[in-house]
T-cell receptor, first 114, second 115 residues
Framework: AQSVAQPEDQVNVAEGNPLTVKCTYSVSGNPYLFWYVQYPNRGLQFLLKYITGDNLVKGSYGFEAEFNKSQTSFHLKKPSALVSDSALYFCAVMGGSTLGRLYFGRGTQLTVWP | GAVVSQHPSWVICKSGTSVKIECRSLDFQATTMFWYRQFPKQSLMLMATSNEGSKATYEQGVEKDKFLINHASLTLSTLTVTSAHPEDSSFYIC???????????FGSGTRLTVV
């Protein structure tokens, strides 16, 4: 069965500091991994994905994530956080027999303080 | 490209009434559409998967008679919450897939409040 774990409900970081939002996954077969961001009462905004290729994936708004197969992790990172990055972040994995079906982590609330 | 329009963005309805939410792919044909539900400060849970022209497949625990899904065309799927009750208040999000491994897009979501 496919699953995603985001071990931290909340991450707090000062503006300008690097940030990391953790994600580990469990999937049968090759993983397709995604990060989304959600602002209050809004839909999901796509940040980045790993399908194949380079383990380091660069995405929108300066975010990047590193796929680590041995640790089954796909942590989201940004070298220098902005206050406007404060939002809810979801890691997701695609799996199963239906293309497009996503399994989401429970979400991590990122707060960047000035 | 690959835009999904979800309407309405928010709706308030009285308990006992029905509400219809539309999910429309604007520039591609969606072979599969997914409906998710999100409770406050919680993750997204898949409710059902629908393929054009066939009955939706519901996840365990989702009442199919309460959450009616219609996927009548390759560009439109609707979710109707029948006889809504306050506990149905939630954020509903659709996504549409065109069949590729990473080929899908999310709608902007619908905030349903039942009073």
């Amino acid at each position: 069965a496919q699953s995603v774990a985001q071990p931290e409900d909340q991450v707090n970081v000062a503006e300008g500091n690097p940030l990391t939002v953790k994600c580990t996954y469990s999937v049968s077969g090759n993983p397709y991994l995604f990060w989304y961001v959600q602002y209050p009462n809004r839909g999901l905004q796509f940040l980045l994905k790993y399908i194949t290729g380079d383990n380091l994936v660069k995405g929108s708004y300066g975010f990047e994530a590193e796929f680590n197969k041995s640790q089954t992790s796909f942590h989201l990172k940004k070298p220098s956080a902005l206050v406007s990055d404060s939002a809810l972040y979801f890691c997701a994995v695609m799996g199963g027999s239906t293309l497009g079906r996503l399994y989401f982590g429970r979400g991590t609330q990122l707060t960047v303080w000035p | 490209g690959a835009v999904v329009s979800q309407h309405p963005s928010w709706v308030i309805c009285k308990s006992g009434t029905s509400v219809k939410i539309e999910c429309r792919s604007l520039d591609f044909q969606a072979t599969t559409m997914f409906w998710y539900r999100q409770f406050p400060k919680q993750s997204l849970m898949l409710m059902a998967t629908s393929n054009e022209g066939s009955k939706a497949t519901y996840e365990q625990g989702v009442e199919k008679d309460k959450f009616l899904i219609n996927h009548a065309s390759l560009t439109l799927s609707t979710l109707t919450v029948t006889s809504a009750h306050p506990e149905d208040s939630s954020f509903y999000i659709c996504s549409a897939s065109w069949g590729a491994a990473d080929g899908y897009t999310f709608g902007s979501g619908t905030r349903l409040t039942v009073v």
